[in-house]
């Protein structure tokens, strides 16, 4: 993909993707529009112990990134599996400010989830392990049951294959009762399909340059 390197009003860095002219992250911040819906309501709405995470977009990782960061701060043990068909070119990784704005040992966290090998579980700390999957939604039916769901894909009008009933209904296989599903979109059809689904469905308050975002848990 033809990708440039943008800095966000956080300071953070996103990605800009030229031939879908989308952008990986919000651009009114890139780690506070995944500290708002991926963590504060998702991966902080777990109970203590151990979680099982799936994300539906690897991206830059850094997601990743905020999720080990987390687990560790709270001793929560998460298992996280995470799905991307075109990974991010490494040189364009290397120049991402994540690492350096996470705070001690944040770059360090962050080389050794990219440096992970693709399609096998790597031990990353003792709160954090990762299975970095080479392929999507559309391509494979991860095993598992999952106790929280990022789903990061692209947007609907940019990658349509991603957000269609197969795919949400792919998803809730993966999921038990008490699962949460978090996704930055709120797009009306997706509320409807969670639904049919048997999940409660609400809209919570977005981040500085959204309105709302979608949080469903499983019934």
Same mark, same amino acid.
């Not at 300071?11 to 963590?39: P, W």
């Not at 399609?119 to 039916?141: C, G, H, M, Q």
């Given at each position: ?87 991010? &070119? !490494?040189?364009? =990784?290397?120049? @991402?400010? #994540?690492?350096?704005?996470? /705070?001690?040992?944040? %770059? ?32 494979? &039916? !991860?095993?598992? =049951?999952?106790? @929280?769901? #990022?789903?990061?894909?692209? /947007?609907?009008?940019? %990658? ?60």
């Amino acid at each position: 993909m033809d990708t440039e390197l943008r800095i966000t009003s956080d300071g953070s860095h996103t990605l800009y993707v030229r031939g879908m002219d989308e952008h990986y992250h919000s651009r009114f911040g890139a780690m506070t529009e995944s500290e708002h819906i991926f963590i504060n309501a998702g991966l902080g709405t777990m109970p203590p112990g151990k979680v099982s995470i799936l994300e539906v977009g690897f991206g830059t990782g850094l997601n990743a990134l905020l999720t080990a960061i987390h687990a560790a701060r709270i001793g929560l043990r998460a298992s996280y599996k995470t799905l991307e068909k075109e990974p991010v &070119d !490494p040189a364009l =990784i290397n120049l @991402l400010n #994540y690492g350096s704005l996470a /705070g001690e040992g944040g %770059q360090e966290l962050f080389n050794a989830i990219h440096a992970a090998p693709w399609n096998s579980p790597e031990v990353i700390t003792e709160w954090f392990t990762i299975e970095k999957r080479l392929t999507d939604l559309t391509a494979e &039916d !991860p095993s598992g =049951i999952y106790d @929280l769901v #990022y789903f990061d894909a692209f /947007g609907p009008d940019k %990658q349509p294959e991603m957000w269609n009933p197969d795919v949400i209904r792919k998803v809730a296989t993966l999921t038990r009762t008490g699962s949460v599903f978090v996704t930055y979109s709120a797009k009306g059809n997706l509320k409807r399909m969670l639904r049919a689904l048997g999940f409660d469905v609400t809209h919570l308050p977005g981040p500085p340059g959204k309105r709302v975002f979608t949080r469903a848990v499983r019934k």
